[in-house]
């Protein structure tokens, strides 16, 4: 018992002196503080895939001083005879963006994809198999429209696409279905009211659109937050990564309407029109037919009212209607060459 006992209190002692260092060694670090790398940059995470670029370590692309190239003028043919191959597979394939509100995005209560982007695809659908309904759509990033289109995946992209000489050197475009203003989009309570005040922010633009260069070119002293979705732009301005997303206000009002503490400010920077993209002729893909085709039906809805009404729809309550761009056609000297290059006179 006696030896019991002796056990028992020794190691109580034993237990407090444990206890004891315990409690002196929590005063002590654990670690030196140089050799610990501190989080300067406390908050969410950025977009996933996203990156800064600052200021000034990019110039903006030479703006080229050229006209756009004409489209190809629809014609009398029928759209089976334009574009048999889709005729036959009983459906339009459309790349689209699954989250630009009011022009393309899934609608989280129904599963549909909405918007004015949306109803053009079905529109020229409608032309093609008289059923506005066969069209599969297939969400596209921004930097992958492109690429889309030449590995055959998608047939078109109707996706805010700016028509430019550069990307017509890879793409064709349509005549313009929508002029769009770039403006900026920042929180209401910011003291950013135009371009001008940018300086040592941080603005966002999607990968690969135009935005980037007009950034560049309006606001070289701000840096910029490179993200895969206008998306994720709106997000990163909403957790403050970002003091403004610059865009076409087309776009710039799909975030407004969600957000009612944002607001579109400045003036407009720059002017764009969109187009449907298809893939460039070759021998081995006449895409012309196609262009014509989808040119066919801009026309008559042009004419007819309904871009009006799918204007207003969507945007008339943010936005002025904008004129559209009057039509502009290659002249072709010779429409049955098989490179798919049609001469100018």
Same mark, same amino acid.
């Given at each position: ?91 339009? &394939?459309? $790349? #689209?963006?699954?989250?630009?509100? =009011? !022009? @393309? ?136 990564? &970002?003091? $403004? #997303?610059?865009?076409?206000?087309? =776009? !710039? @009002? ?92």
């Amino acid at each position: 018992m006696r030896r019991l006992l002796a056990t028992t209190a020794l190691g109580a002692v034993c237990a407090l002196a444990l206890s004891a260092c315990a409690q002196e060694t929590t005063n002590e670090p654990l670690l030196r503080p140089d050799s610990v790398e501190l989080n300067t940059d406390p908050g969410p995470p950025l977009p996933a895939g996203s990156h800064i670029e600052r200021a000034g370590t990019i110039d903006p692309a030479p703006q080229i001083d050229a006209d756009t190239e004409g489209s190809y003028r629809p014609d009398d043919k029928t759209a089976e005879e334009r574009v048999p191959d889709i005729v036959k597979r009983e459906r339009l &394939v459309v $790349g #689209v963006d699954r989250s630009n509100n =009011l !022009l @393309s995005y899934r609608d989280s209560a129904t599963g549909e994809v909405r918007g004015f982007d949306v109803d053009l695809a079905h529109e020229i659908a409608e032309d093609i198999f008289d059923d506005p309904s066969k069209v599969d759509f297939r969400f596209v990033e921004s930097s992958e429209r492109i690429d889309a289109l030449q590995s055959g995946a998608v047939d078109i992209v109707v996706r805010t696409m700016s028509i430019s000489p550069e990307r017509q050197r890879e793409v064709e475009f349509s005549i313009p279905y929508m002029t769009s203003n770039t403006r900026m989009l920042v929180l209401a309570n910011s003291d950013i009211e135009s371009i001008d005040d940018t300086r040592g922010a941080t603005l966002c633009a999607v990968i690969g659109s135009t935005a980037l260069d007009t950034i560049r070119r309006h606001a070289p002293e701000a840096d910029i937050l490179q993200t895969r979705s206008w998306g994720d732009c709106h997000m990163a301005l909403q957790l403050n990564q &970002v003091d $403004g #997303v610059v865009v076409d206000d087309a =776009l !710039l @009002s799909g975030m407004a309407q969600q957000d009612s503490y944002t607001e579109i400010v400045g003036e407009p920077l720059e002017t764009e029109s969109y187009g449907v993209a298809i893939a460039k002729p070759t021998e081995d893909n006449d895409t012309r037919g196609l262009i014509r085709q989808v040119n066919f039906t801009l026309e008559r809805i042009r004419s007819d009212g309904t871009w009006r009404q799918l204007y207003d729809e969507w945007f008339g309550d943010y936005l002025p209607r904008s004129p559209l761009q009057a039509p502009v056609y290659r002249e072709e000297a010779d429409d049955t060459d098989d490179t798919g290059e049609a001469e100018e006179s």
